[in-house]
């Protein structure tokens, strides 16, 4: 079922409450009053967000809510970064220790109200049920705030990774036990080859997908497919000699950073 989330901010009557059932009359007549009274701060926190928050909840179970509209979050290995900018802004910083937890708990009430009275927990109110929600300590979850951009240093293999492709690359992987994906092109050539196979293993199956797209020379660059925990989407993939490869959503302000083996 289609469900939006929003936060409303009220100095006078409420502090910073969410609630869901956006789609419906009355979720329409908040967003209309949020135009008129930008002053209440009235924040709509859509599908789309809570789809990429699930999304990152895969890549670390814990995140920082930075003051602002972009969200980021770091693996602990390091090794996958991502970005994603939506159009809500959150009024200040806090932390969640367990993310799948706390929008899994969400998930219990229906039509749940949300209120961050203060900087220690929130509130989930929903009928005759509530829950008392604690923020975790920022310095605990620290590591899963990334805070500064990724400097990608090019592109040298582009090319646009459909939704299709995507998870029939996923499918294969885990079909024919397939760990690696190698990112093939030849100088002067208009595709790039995307294999599957398993590098420590000489006489391993193999799943070949040809693309059209771009290249700099000749490359073979490899990828653990474990790594590639993006939101499902269509994504323009450039990837660099460098080791690292950068993953946009076409649909949303959506970027992952996932490096590659060396």
Partial sequence: SK???????NK?????????GAE???????????????KNNLLFLSKKTLDVLKNFSTINSSIVFRKGSTVRTISNAENILAKFTGEEVFPSDFAIYDLSQFLSGISLFNDPQLEFTTSDFVNI????????YYF??????????????????GSDLQFNLSSDDLLALQKA???????????????????????????ENDTSNTYDLTL?????????????????????GDY?????????????????DLTYYIALEP
């Avoid at 469900?3 to 901010?9: A, E, G, K, Y």
């Avoid at 502090?15 to 869901?20: E, H, N, P, V």
């Avoid at 109110?125 to 008392?132: E, L, T, V």
């Fill in 212 to 232: 059209a797209g771009s290249t700099t020379g000749t490359f073979s660059l490899d990828l653990k497919i474990e790594n590639i925990r993006v939101l499902p």
């Fill in 3 to 9: 469900m939006h989330f929003f936060l409303i901010t």
């Fill in 12 to 20: 006078t009557y409420m502090s910073r409450i969410l609630i869901t």
């Fill in 173 to 199: 992987s885990a079909i024919y036990s397939l760990p690696d994906l190698t990112f093939f092109s030849e100088e002067g050539s208009d595709t790039i080859k995307l294999i599957l196979r398993d590098k």
């Fill in 136 to 153: 975790s300590d920022p310095e605990i979850t620290l590591k899963s705030a990334p805070e500064r951009n990724v400097n990608f240093p």
């Fill in 236 to 252: 323009t993939v450039k990837v660099s000699k460098h080791l690292i490869s950068e993953w946009t959503n076409t649909d949303v």
């Fill in 24 to 38: 419906g009359q009355l979720g329409q007549c908040f967003h209309e009053v949020a135009k008129e009274f930008t």
């Fill in 125 to 132: 109110k929903g009928g005759r049920q509530s829950a008392k």
